[in-house]
Protein backbone atom coordinates (compact mmCIF):
# COMPACT_ATOMS: atom_id res chain seq x y z
CA UNK A 1 0.00 0.00 0.00
CA UNK A 2 1.46 3.42 -1.25
CA UNK A 3 1.68 5.87 1.94
CA UNK A 4 -0.89 8.22 0.60
CA UNK A 5 -3.30 5.04 0.63
CA UNK A 6 -2.10 4.44 3.81
CA UNK A 7 -2.87 7.87 5.55
CA UNK A 8 -6.13 7.89 3.61
CA UNK A 9 -6.44 4.50 5.61
CA UNK A 10 -5.70 5.24 8.57
CA UNK A 11 -7.60 8.78 8.85
CA UNK A 12 -10.79 6.21 7.68
CA UNK A 13 -9.71 3.81 10.74
CA UNK A 14 -9.90 6.65 12.95
CA UNK A 15 -12.77 7.98 12.47
CA UNK A 16 -14.68 4.70 12.56
CA UNK A 17 -13.11 4.27 16.31
CA UNK A 18 -15.19 7.02 17.58
CA UNK A 19 -14.36 7.19 21.54
CA UNK A 20 -12.78 3.95 22.14
CA UNK A 21 -9.79 5.54 20.01
CA UNK A 22 -6.98 2.96 18.18
CA UNK A 23 -3.85 2.03 19.74
CA UNK A 24 -0.48 2.54 17.92
CA UNK A 25 0.26 -1.52 17.86
CA UNK A 26 -3.41 -2.42 16.51
CA UNK A 27 -2.58 0.39 13.69
CA UNK A 28 0.44 -1.10 13.13
CA UNK A 29 -0.91 -4.71 12.82
CA UNK A 30 -4.06 -3.37 10.98
CA UNK A 31 -1.71 -2.30 8.08
CA UNK A 32 1.36 -4.48 7.84
CA UNK A 33 3.69 -1.46 9.19
CA UNK A 34 5.97 -0.68 12.35
CA UNK A 35 5.20 1.57 15.08
CA UNK A 36 7.42 3.51 14.64
CA UNK A 37 5.71 4.68 10.86
CA UNK A 38 2.20 4.50 12.48
CA UNK A 39 3.25 7.23 14.58
CA UNK A 40 4.94 9.55 12.08
CA UNK A 41 1.77 8.92 9.62
CA UNK A 42 -0.47 10.20 12.93
CA UNK A 43 2.18 13.48 13.04
CA UNK A 44 1.26 14.05 8.87
CA UNK A 45 -2.21 13.60 9.79
CA UNK A 46 -2.05 15.88 12.17
CA UNK A 47 0.38 18.39 10.78
CA UNK A 48 -2.52 18.38 7.23
CA UNK A 49 -5.28 19.49 9.87
CA UNK A 50 -7.09 16.03 10.77
CA UNK A 51 -7.67 16.79 14.66
CA UNK A 52 -6.40 13.73 16.82
CA UNK A 53 -6.38 13.27 20.53
CA UNK A 54 -3.77 10.93 22.19
CA UNK A 55 -3.83 8.92 25.68
CA UNK A 56 -0.86 7.87 26.67
CA UNK A 57 0.00 4.73 28.84
CA UNK A 58 -2.08 0.88 28.83
CA UNK A 59 -5.03 0.91 27.35
CA UNK A 60 -4.25 4.31 25.49
CA UNK A 61 -4.29 5.30 21.81
CA UNK A 62 -5.21 7.68 19.02
CA UNK A 63 -8.51 8.72 17.89
CA UNK A 64 -10.36 11.91 16.52
CA UNK A 65 -11.31 14.87 18.52
CA UNK A 66 -15.19 14.53 19.12
CA UNK A 67 -17.12 17.20 17.53
CA UNK A 68 -14.27 18.50 15.88
CA UNK A 69 -15.01 19.33 12.07
CA UNK A 70 -13.59 17.73 10.01
CA UNK A 71 -12.44 17.66 6.28
CA UNK A 72 -14.48 15.69 3.76
CA UNK A 73 -14.09 12.29 3.34
CA UNK A 74 -12.26 11.77 -0.14
CA UNK A 75 -11.63 8.15 -1.29
CA UNK A 76 -8.61 7.02 -3.60
CA UNK A 77 -9.69 6.36 -7.03
CA UNK A 78 -9.78 2.07 -6.32
CA UNK A 79 -11.89 3.10 -3.91
CA UNK A 80 -14.50 4.76 -5.66
CA UNK A 81 -14.16 2.28 -8.73
CA UNK A 82 -14.81 -0.68 -5.76
CA UNK A 83 -18.18 1.41 -4.84
CA UNK A 84 -19.52 1.73 -8.59
CA UNK A 85 -18.25 -1.72 -8.92
CA UNK A 86 -20.44 -3.14 -5.65
CA UNK A 87 -24.09 -1.79 -6.34
CA UNK A 88 -23.52 -2.57 -10.45
CA UNK A 89 -22.44 -5.94 -9.55
CA UNK A 90 -26.11 -6.42 -6.94
CA UNK A 91 -29.05 -4.12 -8.55
CA UNK A 92 -31.60 -7.17 -7.25
CA UNK A 93 -30.00 -5.75 -4.10
CA UNK A 94 -32.27 -4.09 -1.39
CA UNK A 95 -32.34 -0.35 -1.59
CA UNK A 96 -29.79 -1.15 -4.30
CA UNK A 97 -31.40 2.04 -6.14
CA UNK A 98 -30.36 4.14 -3.54
CA UNK A 99 -27.18 2.92 -3.01
CA UNK A 100 -26.87 3.51 -6.87
CA UNK A 101 -27.65 7.39 -5.70
CA UNK A 102 -25.62 7.68 -2.51
CA UNK A 103 -22.36 6.44 -4.55
CA UNK A 104 -23.39 8.95 -7.57
CA UNK A 105 -23.64 11.74 -5.23
CA UNK A 106 -20.10 10.85 -3.36
CA UNK A 107 -18.18 10.38 -6.90
CA UNK A 108 -19.93 13.95 -7.91
CA UNK A 109 -18.14 15.50 -5.40
CA UNK A 110 -14.62 13.64 -5.24
CA UNK A 111 -11.99 16.61 -6.69
CA UNK A 112 -11.75 16.18 -10.32
CA UNK A 113 -8.72 14.32 -10.91
CA UNK A 114 -9.78 11.67 -8.35
CA UNK A 115 -13.31 11.56 -10.21
CA UNK A 116 -11.21 11.46 -13.92
CA UNK A 117 -9.29 8.21 -12.83
CA UNK A 118 -11.76 6.39 -10.87
CA UNK A 119 -14.00 6.66 -13.76
CA UNK A 120 -11.39 5.63 -15.95
CA UNK A 121 -10.60 2.93 -13.88
CA UNK A 122 -14.34 1.84 -13.47
CA UNK A 123 -14.37 1.20 -17.27
CA UNK A 124 -12.01 -1.32 -17.18
CA UNK A 125 -14.62 -2.89 -14.83
CA UNK A 126 -17.47 -5.25 -16.61
CA UNK A 127 -20.63 -6.75 -15.01
CA UNK A 128 -23.33 -8.46 -16.72
CA UNK A 129 -26.10 -8.41 -13.63
CA UNK A 130 -28.84 -10.78 -13.51
CA UNK A 131 -32.49 -9.57 -14.44
CA UNK A 132 -34.38 -8.38 -11.92
CA UNK A 133 -37.63 -7.74 -9.86
CA UNK A 134 -39.92 -4.78 -11.52
CA UNK A 135 -39.19 -1.71 -9.48
CA UNK A 136 -42.74 -1.40 -8.11
CA UNK A 137 -42.22 -4.66 -6.01
CA UNK A 138 -38.80 -4.23 -4.97
CA UNK A 139 -40.13 -0.83 -4.05
CA UNK A 140 -42.94 -2.80 -2.17
CA UNK A 141 -41.30 -4.69 -0.05
CA UNK A 142 -38.39 -2.23 0.27
CA UNK A 143 -41.18 0.20 1.55
CA UNK A 144 -43.22 -2.15 3.93
CA UNK A 145 -40.15 -3.55 5.79
CA UNK A 146 -38.48 0.15 6.31
CA UNK A 147 -42.15 1.41 7.80
CA UNK A 148 -42.84 -2.02 9.17
CA UNK A 149 -46.69 -2.55 7.12
CA UNK A 150 -48.18 -5.35 5.93
CA UNK A 151 -47.04 -6.97 2.65
CA UNK A 152 -49.45 -8.20 0.18
CA UNK A 153 -48.31 -10.47 -2.60
CA UNK A 154 -49.09 -12.75 -5.14
CA UNK A 155 -46.59 -15.68 -5.08
CA UNK A 156 -45.78 -18.43 -7.68
CA UNK A 157 -44.66 -21.45 -5.58
CA UNK A 158 -42.33 -23.42 -7.48
CA UNK A 159 -44.89 -26.09 -8.50
CA UNK A 160 -46.54 -22.55 -10.29
CA UNK A 161 -49.31 -21.89 -7.69
CA UNK A 162 -49.82 -18.44 -7.24
CA UNK A 163 -51.38 -17.65 -3.85
CA UNK A 164 -52.11 -14.42 -2.63
CA UNK A 165 -50.71 -13.41 1.08
CA UNK A 166 -50.46 -11.26 3.43
CA UNK A 167 -47.37 -10.59 4.87
CA UNK A 168 -45.59 -9.20 8.05
CA UNK A 169 -41.98 -8.19 6.32
CA UNK A 170 -39.05 -9.31 8.99
CA UNK A 171 -36.23 -9.16 6.72
CA UNK A 172 -33.91 -9.47 3.62
CA UNK A 173 -31.65 -12.35 3.31
CA UNK A 174 -29.43 -12.99 0.23
CA UNK A 175 -27.98 -16.73 -0.08
CA UNK A 176 -26.45 -18.28 -3.24
CA UNK A 177 -27.07 -15.37 -4.69
CA UNK A 178 -30.35 -15.25 -4.28
CA UNK A 179 -32.68 -12.88 -2.49
CA UNK A 180 -35.54 -13.71 -0.09
CA UNK A 181 -37.99 -11.66 1.86
CA UNK A 182 -38.64 -13.44 4.86
CA UNK A 183 -41.44 -12.64 6.70
CA UNK A 184 -44.52 -13.89 9.05
CA UNK A 185 -47.31 -15.59 6.66
CA UNK A 186 -51.14 -15.06 7.82
CA UNK A 187 -51.80 -17.64 5.34
CA UNK A 188 -49.12 -20.02 7.13
CA UNK A 189 -49.38 -18.55 10.36
CA UNK A 190 -45.49 -19.18 10.37
CA UNK A 191 -41.96 -17.33 9.37
CA UNK A 192 -41.68 -18.07 5.49
CA UNK A 193 -38.94 -17.47 3.00
CA UNK A 194 -40.61 -16.12 0.03
CA UNK A 195 -38.09 -15.76 -3.37
CA UNK A 196 -38.01 -12.21 -4.13
CA UNK A 197 -37.84 -13.03 -8.34
CA UNK A 198 -41.22 -15.38 -7.13
CA UNK A 199 -43.30 -12.47 -6.02
CA UNK A 200 -45.51 -11.31 -9.11
CA UNK A 201 -47.18 -8.76 -7.43
CA UNK A 202 -46.98 -6.79 -4.09
CA UNK A 203 -48.73 -3.70 -2.19
CA UNK A 204 -48.41 -2.15 1.22
CA UNK A 205 -51.34 -1.76 3.11
CA UNK A 206 -52.01 0.73 5.97
CA UNK A 207 -51.93 -1.92 8.35
CA UNK A 208 -48.77 -2.09 10.61
CA UNK A 209 -47.40 -5.05 11.82
CA UNK A 210 -47.85 -6.63 15.06
CA UNK A 211 -44.32 -6.93 16.23
CA UNK A 212 -43.17 -10.76 15.52
CA UNK A 213 -39.51 -10.50 16.15
CA UNK A 214 -36.39 -11.57 14.27
CA UNK A 215 -35.47 -14.21 16.74
CA UNK A 216 -38.79 -16.29 15.70
CA UNK A 217 -36.90 -16.66 12.37
CA UNK A 218 -33.70 -18.61 14.00
CA UNK A 219 -30.26 -18.12 14.12
CA UNK A 220 -28.13 -17.30 10.89
CA UNK A 221 -25.57 -19.92 9.39
CA UNK A 222 -22.16 -19.41 10.97
CA UNK A 223 -21.25 -17.96 7.69
CA UNK A 224 -23.87 -14.94 7.86
CA UNK A 225 -24.40 -11.77 9.20
CA UNK A 226 -26.10 -8.87 9.09
CA UNK A 227 -24.37 -5.60 7.05
CA UNK A 228 -24.46 -3.95 9.93
CA UNK A 229 -21.96 -5.99 11.51
CA UNK A 230 -19.39 -6.71 7.92
CA UNK A 231 -15.92 -5.94 8.81
CA UNK A 232 -15.94 -2.81 6.17
CA UNK A 233 -17.74 -1.02 9.00
Not at 178 to 187: A, E, H, N, P, V
Request: charged letters at 20%; one cysteine or more.
Amino acid sequence: MKRAERLHALSEALRRSGRRGCSAEGLAEQFGVSVRTVKRDLDALENAGLPLWSRPGPGGGYGVVPGANLPPITLSPAEATALMAAVAAAPDAPYADLATAGVRKIIDVLDPVTRQRSETLAGRVWVNPADTPSRPIRSALEQALADQRVLRIHYRAGSGEITKRDVEPMLFASTGSTWYLIGWCRLRDAVRWFMVTRIQKASVSTEACSGHTLEQVGAPPPTARSVSQSPVW
